[in-house]
RNA sequence: GGUGAGGUGGGUGAGAGGCUGAAACCAACAGUUUGCUAAACUGUCGUACGAGAAAUCGUACCGCGGGUUCGAAUCCCGCCCUCACCGCCA
């Protein structure tokens, strides 16, 4: 959510860079302003007039103490009008404050300068591309190809259980699972993140401070007797463990990391591309997530992106990172980088990470700020990124690593398999 | 799920219709003193919105939402949460 304040004092740039992101409502900037503009005339007379009925019910008081019984009667007539003037003008204002508050959160995250210009995922830049697309022998086949050949992971089993979107991994299929999220985490850790075991539960304010809510209510599992959320990831709780914390300026930049499950409903996104681990709806992840000073926000973006890149480095998958252009970057995001690996037997790339610096679009619905020594407290920003998602890095595993004699595993895999080869 | 107690500033905790944005203590910060550290003393010490060039001033906030009253942290109603005991249970 960006700031009214904001966006008053630089409402060219505003609209601007919301072009960038292709938003479409412009005039919702004019809107914001002058519900604005309307707020704070309101709340002036609405403090006026609570000024004067403040000091009329002190004087009373004094009256009353006093004896005065008459003047007290006539002024209480008096201060019982005010009385009707304050009621109307709170309506008022709070139907004001809803009114700014529903078009404020229509509004996008203003995409950054190094934003490439663009309408959807054709338009995103790459900016580093590392490794070699493996040559694979005659016979190779898709991860659910491999997947059932190995037996490691079920497809059909899950529809039985739950549906589709829902697989069992079975064998050194679940070992492959514990030993990603195991390594992801230790390396986490070596990375000075702090590990967190967050509710993967949430409450509806939480599903506002990351932006989840309102609006995009549709991609998430609801719990409706309970009035809970499951994660879409553990950014939500992970972030949402500072809403409404002041942190000290000098604890910054503040790390946390976390494996949690994902649930998404993917509504409406499934295609004849959506096969095996390419798109589930609950799977694995490690989010690292930060809470930087916004003077430094960017280099810990920096900081993240290669975090990610080391982690596919080590896994000898080939990758590239892309520049999301405007058109495709989330709602919330001021710039995003995408990890892309090559999946060689369906020869496609598949987005295994996505690292974002929100800038203050978050911290602003969290209330999430942070103090010096002088000054006012300030909005943070924050950061998340995967590190990583589970399915489709195993599925490129799986894919790029085939042979004749099985499926090899990368070699700092191993201390957490057990075993090298799946056969 | 039942019963009881309770939710006040960074923390402990007082206040029980007007003198309370809130005592006191602790923590924190700045300073004085002192070889250093410590101690002692002095001062500062919530957030948001608004007005103002600024000093400063106004308003709101004592879990959340309503109500009573000229006036509510304080009384009433609803909700949420925490704790204790009972029940159930990995």
């Given at each position: 959510?960006?700031?009214?304040?904001?966006?008053?004092?630089?409402?060219?740039?505003?609209?601007?860079?919301?072009?960038?992101?292709?938003?479409?409502?412009?005039?919702?900037?004019?809107?914001?302003?002058?519900?604005?503009?309307?707020?704070?005339?309101?709340?002036?007379?609405?403090?006026?007039?609570?000024?004067?009925?403040?000091?009329?019910?002190?004087?009373?008081?004094?009256?009353?103490?006093?004896?005065?019984?008459e003047?007290?009667?006539?002024?209480k007539?008096?201060?019982?009008?005010?009385?009707?003037?304050?009621?109307?003008?709170?309506?008022?204002?709070?139907?004001?404050?809803?009114?700014?508050?529903?078009?404020?959160?229509?509004?996008?995250?203003?995409?950054?300068?190094?934003?490439?210009?663009?309408?959807?995922?054709?338009?995103?830049?790459?900016?580093?591309?590392?490794?070699?697309?493996?040559?694979?022998?005659?016979?190779?086949?898709?991860?659910?190809?491999?997947?059932?050949?190995?037996?490691?992971?079920?497809?059909?089993?899950?529809?039985?259980?739950?549906?589709?979107?829902?697989?069992?991994?079975?064998?050194?299929?679940?070992?492959?699972?514990?030993?990603?999220?195991?390594?992801?985490?230790?390396?986490?850790?070596?990375?000075?993140?702090?590990?967190?075991?967050?509710?993967?539960?949430?409450?509806?304010?939480?599903?506002?401070?990351?932006?989840?809510?309102?609006?995009?209510?549709?991609?998430?599992?609801?719990?409706?007797?309970?009035?809970?959320?499951?994660?879409?990831?553990?950014?939500?709780?992970?972030?949402?463990?500072?809403?409404?914390v002041?942190?000290?300026?000098?604890?910054?930049?503040?790390?946390?990391?976390?494996?949690?499950?994902?649930?998404?409903?993917?509504?409406g996104?499934?295609?004849?591309?959506v096969?095996?681990?390419?798109?589930?709806?609950?799977?694995?992840?490690?989010?690292i997530?930060?809470?930087?000073?916004?003077?430094?926000s960017?280099?810990?973006?920096e900081?993240?992106?290669?975090?990610?890149?080391?982690?596919?480095?080590?896994?000898?998958?080939?990758?590239?990172?892309?520049?999301?252009?405007?058109?495709?970057?989330?709602?919330?995001?001021?710039?995003?980088?995408?990890?892309?690996?090559?999946?060689?037997?369906?020869?496609?790339?598949?987005?295994?990470?996505?690292?974002?610096?929100?800038?203050?679009?978050?911290?602003?619905?969290?209330?999430?700020?942070?103090?010096?020594?002088?000054?006012?407290?300030?909005?943070?920003?924050t950061?998340?990124?995967?590190?990583?998602?589970?399915?489709?890095?195993?599925?490129?595993?799986?894919?790029?690593?085939?042979?004749?004699?099985?499926?090899?595993?990368?070699?700092?895999?191993?201390?957490?398999?057990?075993?090298?080869?799946?056969?």
């Open positions: 959510m960006l700031q009214v304040n904001y966006i008053r004092e630089n409402k060219e740039y505003v609209l601007q860079r919301l072009a960038v992101k292709n938003f479409k409502q412009l005039d919702l900037v004019d809107v914001i302003l002058n519900l604005d503009n309307r707020r704070k005339s309101t709340q002036l007379q609405l403090d006026n007039v609570s000024s004067q009925s403040n000091s009329m019910a002190k004087t009373i008081g004094e009256l009353m103490r006093d004896g005065k019984k003047d007290a009667e006539s002024m007539q008096r201060s019982m009008l005010l009385r009707e003037d304050i009621k109307l003008l709170n309506e008022e204002l709070s139907e004001i404050e809803q009114q700014l508050q529903n078009a404020l959160v229509l509004v996008p995250n203003l995409p950054h300068v190094m934003v490439p210009l663009g309408k959807s995922a054709e338009d995103n830049e790459t900016v580093i591309s590392w490794g070699t697309k493996p040559d694979l022998y005659e016979k190779a086949v898709p991860h659910w190809e491999l997947a059932a050949k190995y037996d490691i992971i079920d497809f059909e089993l899950g529809n039985k259980i739950t549906g589709a979107g829902f697989p069992v991994y079975k064998g050194k299929g679940a070992r492959l699972q514990r030993a990603l999220i195991n390594y992801f985490l230790d390396q986490a850790d070596a990375a000075g993140y702090r590990e967190m075991q967050p509710p993967i539960l949430v409450n509806e304010a939480s599903g506002f401070g990351t932006g989840q809510l309102p609006d995009k209510e549709g991609q998430m599992y609801h719990i409706g007797l309970d009035g809970l959320y499951l994660i879409p990831t553990a950014e939500v709780p992970i972030t949402n463990l500072y809403r409404d002041i942190v000290k300026e000098e604890d910054l930049p503040i790390k946390n990391a976390g494996y949690t499950p994902c649930f998404r409903r993917e509504a996104s499934y295609g004849a591309h096969r095996g681990l390419n798109r589930l709806h609950q799977f694995d992840k490690v989010e997530v930060q809470i930087a000073h916004p003077e430094k960017y280099e810990v973006l900081e993240m992106s290669l975090h990610v890149q080391q982690l596919l480095q080590d896994l000898e998958l080939p990758y590239r990172v892309l520049c999301l252009c405007g058109g495709d970057m989330s709602f919330g995001s001021a710039l995003t980088y995408d990890m892309e690996v090559f999946c060689a037997a369906q020869a496609k790339w598949l987005e295994v990470s996505s690292v974002s610096n929100f800038e203050t679009f978050q911290s602003n619905r969290l209330k999430l700020r942070f103090k010096g020594k002088e000054g006012k407290p300030q909005l943070a920003h950061l998340n990124g995967s590190a990583l998602a589970l399915p489709r890095i195993v599925a490129s595993i799986l894919e790029n690593n085939q042979t004749e004699e099985g499926i090899r595993i990368p070699k700092v895999l191993v201390p957490y398999t057990g075993f090298e080869w799946i056969k």
